[in-house]
């Protein structure tokens, strides 16, 4: 099946610096999410982007689907930003119809 | 509703016991996951229902995890016998049309097994 893959797995940032999370996905989506999971374990959803480029505020992300990677942009980054994010896709092979977690990347933002 | 809803928030069993978990999806979404996440983990995939079709239960741990959907709308997760590796948080999304649209998340039960 679709494997996901994500990186870092770690990072720390001091507030105010910059960020990039990168999925990688081995095969082709019809839909890739990002996720922010807040330390009350709520998940809270960042982006709907099977392909594309969309921007939210401090955030954005860019999914180049015939490659098979989709990117998280943070920029500067608030102590509120801390937590899980996670990437998940679905996809076109087969009869799947669940959406493929990726591991996901920890970010903690130093004040 | 507004968004998906699930209940208890929290749930203290003794082991043995068997314990019901609920799911409110968003109106009109024809798509309903379970999801289990234990303590610093990744997220596991229990069920799927899909409107009418049969549902996906190709992710329940063992046969004492049951779940059902009533009239397409609020979703039941049973687990019988509770057993302690049970324990973590059970996550419920809902989707408009399945796995090519937009999953939202419920906030969660977090089943604690004694």
């Known amino acids: 099946g679709i494997q996901v893959e994500q990186s870092p797995p770690d990072l720390i940032l001091q507030e105010g610096a910059n960020s990039t999370l990168r999925c990688n996905f081995s095969d082709s989506v019809n839909n890739l999410q990002w996720f922010h999971q807040n330390p009350w374990g709520q998940l809270i959803n960042l982006f709907y982007?099977?392909?594309?480029?969309k921007q939210n505020g401090r955030l954005s992300a860019t999914t180049v689907a015939t490659e098979r990677y989709s990117l998280l942009y943070i920029s500067s980054s608030q102590t509120t930003d801390s937590g899980v994010y996670f990437c998940?896709?679905?996809?076109?092979?087969?009869?799947?119809?669940?959406?493929?977690w990726g591991l996901g990347t920890s970010l903690a933002v130093n004040p | 509703g507004a968004g998906v809803s699930q209940s208890p928030s929290n749930k203290v069993t003794e082991k043995g016991k068997d314990v019901e978990l609920r799911c409110d999806p968003i109106?009109?979404?024809?798509?309903l996951y379970w999801y289990r996440q234990s303590l610093g983990q990744g997220l596991e995939f229990l069920i799927y229902f899909q409107g009418n079709s049969a549902p996906d239960k190709s992710g329940l741990p063992s046969d004492r995890f049951s779940a059902e959907r009533t009239g397409g709308s609020v979703s039941t997760l049973t687990i019988q016998r509770t057993q302690q590796e049970d324990s973590a948080v059970y996550l419920c999304a809902s989707s408009l049309l399945g796995a090519g649209t937009e999953a939202f998340f419920g906030q969660g039960t977090r089943l604690t097994v004694v």
């Open positions: 109106s009109g979404h024809t798509a």
């Open positions: 998940a896709v679905g996809s076109r092979a087969g009869n799947n119809r669940k959406l493929i």
């Open positions: 982007i099977p392909s594309g480029t």
